[in-house]
């Protein structure tokens, strides 16, 4: 069984560039929650898709938006990325709406970086 | 004041050493605590969850949370240099609120 899976696993982009990035929840889970995690910090919630909405989202700014396809799988776009967008963006996905629970299985990240 | 707090490290301690992690909180409001570790370049890997106050131990793993000193802590028993990671606590209430990590590096 597959677990979560991003793609690609490394990007590097320019100020002022627009990026999009994919992941793939666990099977079973239909809840998928997106992460950033800059160098030396913990993870902070960018927002969480269910039911291809968004049902939750944290203190980002709308130049980040993100997308739930009916397979659960989700895309997370950055626009217009800034040096400080730098970072590993993690993708969690839990099993049946139970979306921010101890039952998140992370992925392995995109790495990416903005030049 | 922020919401988690976690000393960054780094923490060495020799093979077979107990070790002990910490976060403090300010959010009273929090009932879920959980543990990850993290690997380098790899995704954070849930190692224990706790509800409410208490122990709860998982192997040479217990974690405990004490809601009135807004205090939790993880050992880790006969420390292996496989044990090596960043530790990240976590918090939720209506949002999951990580810790910066600390990272542990044990001696062979």
């Known amino acids: 069984d597959a677990g979560v899976t991003q793609s690609p696993t490394h990007l590097i982009k320019t100020r002022g560039q627009q990026v999009t990035l994919r992941c793939s929840p666990k099977s079973g889970h239909d809840t998928v929650s997106w992460y950033q995690q800059a160098l030396g910090q913990g993870p902070q919630f960018i927002f969480q898709y269910y039911e291809e909405e968004e049902r939750q989202r944290g203190n980002f700014p709308d130049r980040f938006s993100g997308h739930q396809f009916p397979n659960y799988s989700s895309e997370l776009n950055v626009n217009a990325l800034l040096l400080g967008d730098s970072a590993l963006y993690l993708c969690?996905?839990?099993?049946?709406?139970?979306?921010?629970?101890?039952?998140?299985?992370f992925g392995p990240g995109t790495r990416l970086t903005v030049t | 004041q922020k919401e988690v707090e976690q000393d960054p490290g780094p923490l060495s301690v020799p093979e077979g050493a107990i070790v002990s992690l910490n976060c403090t909180y300010s959010?009273?409001?929090?009932?879920?605590f959980m543990w990850y570790r993290q690997y380098s370049r790899k995704g954070p890997e849930l190692l224990m969850y706790?509800?409410?106050?208490g122990n709860k131990e998982d192997g040479r793993f217990t974690a405990q949370v004490d809601k009135s000193s807004k205090y939790i802590s993880l050992f880790i028993r006969d420390s292996q240099p496989s044990d090596s990671a960043t530790y990240l606590c976590?918090?939720?209430?209506?949002?999951?609120?990580f810790g910066k990590g600390t990272r542990l590096h044990i001696l062979p």
């Open positions: 706790t509800y409410s106050s």
């Open positions: 976590a918090m939720r209430d209506d949002k999951i609120i």
């Open positions: 969690a996905s839990s099993p049946l709406g139970r979306g921010l629970s101890y039952e998140q299985y």
């Open positions: 959010n009273s409001a929090f009932q879920y």
